[in-house]
């Protein structure tokens, strides 16, 4: 294909699809320069049909107007037969252009104008004006073309065309959305200014009283002359100014200069999980005292180690990581990545307990990494999920060597000024790992990372670090029967990263007694939220091996919410929990996962189409499990009781508590006691096995005596009418601002209906839209983008998108023979 010809021809041809003008002014005093600008809005988008567009565009082709992010995966239909397998989410790829029509002011031909795009995925081609900028094959990671020398100004109009190639399929072990799945923006600059992650700030002495902050700016000259300009930072805690250093340089033409300059900071305010507290500095360059570019940095003042035999120290303080892995995907809305999607997803966590978050497998989207700097995470920044050995075949090992070296500086120069990173990972589960091969690649990613930051610990997620049958590892230690996996034995990395075998966990410093030990993957448990085996004390390994196909399973590819289902590489929640909280120097874990995720269903295959090993399900409603961690790692005082109390009358039925602050529960059916129960050891759950009788179930937790909490679960009636719930009930008026709205099945009595699948319709009146349904359904091929879902125990969520105006918007739900319900949500 002649793509420059066909580009040609589409910039003569094409109809704009919108046109932005942006302007950047240089500004003195108060006035901060805003270096760049959204570029999300009013793009255009065509999905290839390979057999008629044969792979290229041109003056036929169709197009429809939306705005990035945008993930075309999430909008088709769930397909059996797709390359990407039940793993990738049963979602199609393809080959999708986006194209943009825009202007550039006319004062702005003098400065210097760059496209960022925060992630494509994947394979992206980038052409301006029919020039083309570049390729970029790796999804996850961030890049930035000049486009000055491209551009037309003043009245002028530039286009932009962006292919994306996700057609080749499986890529990916999960699903990964396609598209510009991440944010775009225009950064416009004087010619002298702090290049692209051009600052790289250190806090290395930190004291109470005191604390050193070290400056590396990177300033970029691009005029043909040597420039003298001063170079000042300053600090600011909020909007207080609190220290700042000056420096005179000189940089020659057409050159880069890296700048050192140091400060202190008294009575420093430090970064903690509890107290994110966070400071920015801002880099001014000046020439003849105007001041022609300012650059913000947000950092935080921290100090932090990884001890041998006391685990996590952070500020002096040990504390236990208490994290869970997220992949990508924001359940019903796809890849395409929203703030406050995100948002909601840390404070689910969050409210839970949860204080880490492992960014698996891959470089995260910044909001991620800029939410968990203010909410208090404590993140292990992932780089690869392979390196140069595939592990499905068209996945990123095979422009390994071309890309990996490019890829992980750019993730470190962008990542690495966050305080909420702690552990950089090299990779996850590397078939290298094994052989020396590994040993050799894992050096040079070790040397690149110490290279651009000597300030965090790295490791790479083994499985697992020691290689011995899980079965016996108490005898195989006794006769010292023990290989060493050869990256772990390598002296290569900082902390030991262990991907599950918590047999191993208590025997971590006779194996590694140089280096400090870290949970990277754990547990694997498997729910379906609502769902209940008749038994809950029996411990179900599926599938039986990792190798061999799942021919066992409940009806409807359920799995029991009870914690008694994991992998046979994993445990049960409460199995690994119990090792890790046992021990200083297992300094904490990251589960797999804090949320459903698409694709890989795990024990299942299709017709299952997203993952079982989530704390709260796809749509973000909490499993049973999520209490057991609340109870544990949460100053909140906890009771809760399940299942549900609807049940066939005398079967035999297993209750189980999850409480703390209390000595002991007791449980009632219908106002009569059938028994005290209380922890014993380190049990984390007490259990009643008792016959089900129509009513209410009611559990007491007592301290000494005295009443802690009550908690009650009557039995529902049938299906009689609709409660919506926002979680937020007023919105910012911006088209990127969402509502979260939970919709609850309930009975005439106002009792949620747990075992309601009910279809739902939705419409919505006003400025806004609705651009996800989803029940949390592991094998529900409803579209996530549509207007009608089906509800999984009685629950369903809608996600509703805030337009361009401030109004009120009017959701209603309605389903066959029950009482319909509205809420309004307001937009401002």
């Known amino acids: 294909m002649h793509i420059r010809k066909n580009i040609k021809s589409i910039s003569l041809l094409a109809v704009a699809a919108g046109v932005l003008l942006f302007n950047s002014c240089a500004k003195k005093g108060d006035a901060f320069i805003n270096r760049k600008v959204s570029f999300n809005t009013d793009w255009s988008f065509h999905l290839n049909d390979s057999i008629v567009d ?29 390359p990407a397998g039940y793993g990738g989410g049963a979602l199609n790829g393809g080959l999708g252009w986006y194209k943009k029509t825009f202007k550039v002011a006319a004062e702005d031909s003098t400065k210097v104008t760059s496209i960022t795009f925060d992630g494509v995925y994947k394979d992206s081609e980038v052409w301006v004006n029919g020039h083309f900028l570049g390729k970029r094959p790796n999804g996850y990671i961030g890049f930035q073309y000049e486009i000055s020398p491209y551009l037309n100004y003043g009245d002028k109009n530039n286009e932009i065309i962006v292919k994306v190639d996700n057609s080749k399929q499986p890529n990916s072990r999960w699903y990964s959305g396609s598209g510009i799945f991440r944010n775009v923006w225009i950064e416009t600059t004087d010619k002298l200014h702090v290049a692209q992650w051009g600052t790289y700030v250190t806090t290395p002495k930190v004291t109470a009283q005191k604390a050193s902050v070290e400056f590396e700016t990177t300033i970029q000259n691009q005029n043909t002359a040597a420039k003298k300009a001063t170079v000042t930072t300053t600090i600011f805690k909020e909007d207080t100014k609190v220290t700042s250093v000056t420096q005179d340089i000189t940089i020659g033409a057409n050159a880069n200069q890296t700048l050192k300059q140091s400060a202190e900071v008294e009575n420093p305010v430090l970064w903690s999980v509890e107290k994110p507290e966070l400071y920015t500095a801002v880099t001014e360059i000046s ?7 300012q650059y913000k940095t947000n950092f935080g003042i921290r100090d932090f180690k990884f001890d041998l035999n006391k685990g996590f120290i952070l500020n002096g303080k040990q504390v236990k990581i208490k994290g869970v892995c997220l992949h990508h995907d924001l359940g019903p809305l796809g890849a395409a990545i929203n703030t406050r999607a995100i948002e909601r997803q840390l404070e689910i966590m969050k409210e839970m307990g949860v204080n880490g978050i492992r960014t698996s497998h891959n470089p995260p989207a910044p909001e991620l990494l800029d939410l968990c700097d203010k909410m208090g995470f404590i993140v292990m920044d992932e780089a690869f999920d392979m390196w140069k050995q595939t592990k499905t075949k068209y996945d990123y090992g095979n422009d390994w060597d071309k890309w990996h070296k490019k890829d992980l500086i750019d993730q470190l120069l962008r990542d690495r000024n966050h305080p909420s990173i702690f552990v950089w990972s090299i990779g996850n589960e590397i078939p ?6 590994g040993v050799v690649i894992a050096k040079e990613l070790a040397a690149i990372t110490r290279q651009y930051d000597k300030t965090r610990p790295l490791t790479a997620a083994m499985n697992p670090p020691v290689n011995m049958n899980i079965d016996e590892v108490t005898l195989q230690f006794e006769k010292n029967n023990v290989s060493i996996n050869p990256l772990a034995g390598s002296g290569v990395l900082d902390l030991i990263g262990y991907n599950y075998a918590h047999q191993t966990y208590e025997h971590h410093l006779k194996n590694f007694p140089n280096t400090p030990f870290i949970a990277t993957e754990t547990t694997s448990g498997l729910q379906t939220r609502g769902y209940y085996d008749a038994v809950s004390d029996t411990i179900k390994k599926w599938p039986v091996r990792w190798d061999l196909k799942f021919t066992e399973g409940n009806p409807g590819n359920t799995v029991s919410a009870y914690d008694q289902v994991q992998t046979p590489w994993g445990s049960t929640h409460e199995a690994t929990w119990k090792v890790i909280k046992k021990h200083d120097f297992l300094s904490g874990m990251y589960i797999w996962t804090g949320f459903d995720y698409i694709g890989e269903p795990t024990p299942y295959e299709w017709p299952s189409i997203s993952s079982y090993f989530g704390i709260a399900d796809l749509a973000g409603f909490p499993k049973d499990v999520y209490y057991m961690y609340q109870s544990e790692w949460t ?26 602050k209390a000595d002991e529960v007791e449980l009632f059916v219908n106002g009569k006691s059938v028994g005290k129960r209380s922890k014993k050891g380190d049990d984390l759950h007490v259990m009643w096995r008792i016959p089900f009788e129509a009513g209410t179930l009611k559990a007491i937790s007592r301290k000494d005596g005295k009443v802690v909490l009550e908690k009650e679960i009557k039995t529902a009636g049938k299906p009689s009418q609709l409660k919506l719930t926002a979680d937020r009930s007023t919105i910012k008026a911006d088209k990127n601002d969402l509502s979260f709205i939970t919709v609850d099945i309930l009975d005439g009595k106002g009792t949620l209906v747990p075992n309601a699948n009910n279809e739902i319709n939705f419409s919505l009146k006003g400025n806004g839209k609705i651009v996800g349904v989803c029940s949390g359904d592991p094998v529900s091929h409803e579209p996530y983008k549509g207007t009608k879902h089906t509800a999984l125990a009685g629950k369903c969520l809608v996600i509703v998108q805030s337009g361009n105006a401030a109004e009120r918007l009017e959701l209603t739900a309605k389903a066959n023979g029950l009482k319909q319900a509205t809420i309004v949500i307001t937009t401002e």
């Open 54 to 82: 044969k792979d290229t565009i041109g003056s036929t082709t169709k197009w429809r107007k939306l705005d990035v992010p945008h993930d075309w995966s999430i909008e088709g239909n769930f397909d059996e037969k797709s």
């Open 287 to 293: 020439l003849d005292d105007k001041i022609v570019d």
């Open 432 to 437: 290298e790992q094994w052989n020396e091969t």
């Open 635 to 660: 100053d909140k005082t906890v009771l809760h009781i399940f299942p549900h109390w609807n049940w066939k009358a005398g079967q035999t039925v297993d209750v189980w508590a999850y409480y703390n």
